[in-house]
């Protein structure tokens, strides 16, 4: 677009104030994470300071935050397997055939996204409590295959449609089965999707607290539900460590997130912008 | 039967036309062909679809019903509207949804207005624009959790870098999460802060999918930037931002992290919402048939707001 340089100005200093309001409270964990107990708690709080790794140190060596790494990675992996697994075929079925209920399907897998998890949570721990899956990895990435089932159905959808029809005639009229079409033709091209969804599903299995909340307490634990027990006592908040154990659980997945964001993008809004 | 259910492959609208021509010249045998795929289809798209039927069977509907059911019976086990009417009378309901409208609207507005102004900003960018979308993005990607926390952490008021720079510049700082009166702006100010970055994606997306040659247009025409945005811009991205809006709407609504991280629902009552009170209902004073009655009250408000979002990105994708 063709612009003044009022406008550019304007626009400049608007990106630039709000780059640097984003960014100040993720500078100020990097800033805090560096510091002793003391000077973390030091008023007026303390710009200049020799910095010290002792809280990553400390963080990465203690059981706690290694067992909720490990949680939050088992999970999130297991629990995007599974929503993949089951999501993608059930996409390309909402894309390519016509079944009555189609669209109310299309929606009820939508609403499972809108749905606040306080709802069902209840029943669930009912049902878990009776066969035993209460604080078990099962148990969760079960529950947090719902966060990720609605992007992957619909963001695939969207994906399948974009394909042209042909690919998959010309393999039937070939005399492939339809499922080895899907498996050999239609997957293969679909991997910038896989890629958009498996990411986000990651993403909202790592970041969520609920599930991990209600459903765990003593032998499965995960990094949200981790920080946010472990540093916060009654009286006093370790700040240092714990903003060295956030910036150290989100730094992989900030960095995965400025790596895709291209793909990102058509995940969020669930295939509404290509 | 009465029902059609053969499982025809759908056509895009482009195809018809070459269809009809092909049936009009098809042979005999390819006919044939034709129906054996039609039972194939249906096969095909039943071995498709039912692994995930299941798996929602199990996740979603027999909890779905447990807790409709749950909501209307009384705690002797009959049927009642008893807890509906005890949600409603219980202290400080009006107030709580007071809240959650409050909250839900206040950060989905904040964070939309947000998102726009910076993605439209980005339109007026030559340089640079990898290297903002980049940083904007990352509030996003912060767990909530950790995100709540570190607010906490700025925001505390007697330690807190946010109010101890405030002094600097002569101003005494609220109490922010603890003090009655402000704790509802500042956990709604955190969750904007949080997801503005959806909006912008998305919205921005949304300005490097248009064409170009209207705007030019309107621009020559001699429309001012204003008349341009107003008249041209948003009509053309008005599904774009309607979903947008209704996502982040939802989102709002669900919200559960940081509130609970930051205040727990207080100090008091200051910053408790529908969910967090269904939370506490369940988890603090065991009282399921509370949260099952809030849980069908969240659940029609969801299928509403579902509808709405579905029927607008189906559009976009067909």
């Known amino acids: 677009m063709h612009s003044t340089p009022f406008a550019r100005l304007v626009a400049y200093t608007w990106l630039w104030l709000c780059t640097l309001v984003f960014l100040s409270p993720i500078a100020w964990m990097v800033l805090q994470s560096l510091k002793t107990p003391i000077e973390a708690i030091a008023f007026p709080p303390r710009f200049i300071f020799s910095p010290t790794l002792a809280n990553y140190g400390a963080v990465l060596s203690s059981d706690g935050f290694r067992s909720a790494l490990l949680g939050s990675l088992i999970i999130g992996m297991g629990s995007v397997a599974i929503a993949l697994a089951t999501g993608v075929p059930f996409a390309y079925a909402l894309a390519r055939c016509d079944f009555p209920g189609r669209k109310e399907l299309g929606h009820f897998i939508l609403s499972t996204k809108m749905l606040p998890a306080i709802v069902i949570i209840v029943p669930f721990i009912q049902v878990y409590r009776h066969i035993g899956l209460l604080d078990t990895y099962v148990g969760v990435v079960i529950a947090h295959v719902l966060l990720s089932l609605a992007v992957v159905v619909w963001v695939m959808r969207g994906f399948f449609q974009a394909l042209p029809r042909e690919l998959e005639e010309a393999a039937v009229i070939d005399g492939a089965s339809r499922l080895r079409a899907f498996g050999v033709i239609i997957l293969p091209l679909a991997v910038p999707g896989l890629i958009t969804v498996a990411a986000l599903g990651f993403i909202l299995s790592w970041n969520d607290l609920f599930f991990a909340l209600t459903l765990t307490s003593l032998n499965v634990t995960t990094l949200p539900a981790f920080l946010g027990t472990q540093y916060v006592g009654f009286l006093a908040v370790d700040w240092g460590k714990l903003s060295a154990a956030g910036l150290l659980a989100t730094l992989p997945i900030m960095l995965l997130a400025v790596g895709l964001q291209r793909f990102l993008i058509r995940g969020l809004a669930l295939g509404a912008v290509k | ?318």
């Open chain 2, 1 to 318: 039967m009465a029902k059609d259910l053969s499982l025809k492959m759908t056509t895009s609208a482009s195809e018809p036309r070459e269809r009809s021509v092909a049936q009009f010249f098809r042979p005999r045998h390819f006919a044939r062909h034709r129906s054996s795929a039609s039972r194939d289809m249906r096969r095909f798209a039943l071995i498709l679809t039912l692994p995930l039927t299941v798996v929602l069977l199990a996740l979603l509907i027999y909890p779905l019903i447990y807790t409709i059911i749950l909501a209307f019976t009384s705690d002797k086990g009959g049927a009642s509207l008893g807890n509906f009417i005890a949600i409603v009378t219980a202290s400080g309901f009006a107030q709580v949804v007071t809240n959650t409208l409050i909250f839900t609207c206040a950060s989905t507005a904040i964070s939309f207005l947000f998102g726009f102004s910076l993605a439209y900003a980005m339109e007026f960018v030559g340089a640079g624009r990898r290297f903002f979308s980049s940083i904007l993005i990352l509030p996003m990607a912060l767990m909530p959790v950790v995100s709540g926390l570190t607010w906490s952490m700025m925001l505390n008021p007697a330690l807190g870098v946010v109010n101890a720079l405030l002094r600097v510049v002569g101003v005494h700082g609220p109490g922010w999460a603890t003090q009655a009166d402000t704790a509802l702006a500042t956990v709604i100010l955190i969750d904007a802060w949080q997801w503005t970055p959806f909006c912008f994606l998305i919205i921005h997306a949304g300005f490097q999918s248009l064409a170009r040659e209207p705007l030019e247009a309107a621009l020559i025409d001699g429309a001012t930037r204003w008349q341009t945005l107003r008249m041209v811009i948003i009509p053309l991205l008005r599904n774009i931002l309607l979903v947008t809006l209704l996502f982040r709407m939802m989102d709002a609504f669900k919200a559960f992290d940081t509130i609970f991280v930051v205040t727990k629902g207080g100090p008091g009552r200051a910053t408790e919402t529908l969910v967090i009170r269904a939370f506490m209902q369940a988890f603090q004073f065991y009282e399921p048939r509370t949260t099952a009655a809030i849980g069908v009250l969240l659940l029609i408000a969801t299928m509403l707001a579902t509808r709405r979002i579905g029927d607008l990105i189906g559009q976009e994708v067909e």
